[in-house]
């Protein structure tokens, strides 16, 4: 996964509803180093002071797999606010048992519905893709490489009292032939906010369930 920004179009949350900015959202998110010792931040983006337009730019039910699963956008899907916090291990090596890299994210709607709604176009999303090809940005041999990912499984499941779903998808990179790596992703819907983990490891685990669910009561603090 690679990660896309958006500007703020300034606008319009529904009257009534708690809103924050997006870089109160980011302030919220764990540390990297919550998730391991070894971890390193690469890069981070908010919407910034302002709320975005309710005006969606980007609609997932016509989004290609592609599109849709390999970046993490925000303010662009409606959402009035959003961040995004990608960390690596440089740690890592070929067949340990450890997450490579990783994101956490969070977009906030104007109202519960609105979130609910892109949570379910989301879970549609990776259910229907099974089968598709990306791009590489981490490799930077001459012509570059690709990634072929392959779902195999979404589960519904919860974290707390809320609504989520679990992706493991296996992960087949052009120049680790021979590798088993897994993408593994969870959404959660709470309130009018989407939360989502996303890892690339040598394991298939639910990606830190007590994380998640820190970071939610950590958005919700900030109401």
């Not at 039910?61 to 956008?73: D, I, V, W």
Request: hydrophobic share 40%.
């Amino acid at each position: 996964m690679s990660v896309a920004t958006a500007v703020p179009a300034g606008a319009a949350a529904t009257r009534g509803t708690p809103q924050v900015n997006g870089d109160l959202l980011l302030y919220a998110m764990p540390a990297t180093s919550a998730f391991g010792s070894s971890y390193t931040s690469s890069d981070s983006n908010s919407t910034g002071r302002k709320l975005a337009s309710t005006r969606a730019r980007y609609h997932v039910p016509s989004m290609s797999c592609l599109n849709f699963e390999s970046y993490a956008r925000i303010g662009v899907y409606g959402d009035t606010a959003g961040a995004w916090d990608a960390f690596y291990n440089p740690d890592w090596r070929p067949q340990w048992p450890t997450v490579i890299r990783a994101v956490q994210a969070v977009n906030q709607f104007a109202s519960n519905n609105a979130a609910m709604t892109f949570y379910r176009q989301a879970l549609a999303k990776y259910q229907a893709c099974q089968d598709f090809t990306e791009p590489n940005p981490g490799d930077h041999t001459p012509g570059g490489g690709t990634v072929a990912v392959s779902a195999t499984s979404v589960t519904k499941t919860l974290i707390g009292r809320n609504l989520a779903f679990q992706v493991v998808q296996d992960a087949a990179f052009s120049e680790l032939s021979g590798e088993q790596i897994h993408m593994n992703e969870l959404y959660v819907v709470s309130g009018n906010d989407v939360y989502h983990f996303w890892d690339l490891s040598a394991t298939n685990d639910e990606p830190w369930p007590s994380l998640m669910a820190e970071l939610i009561r950590n958005v919700q603090q900030l109401r």
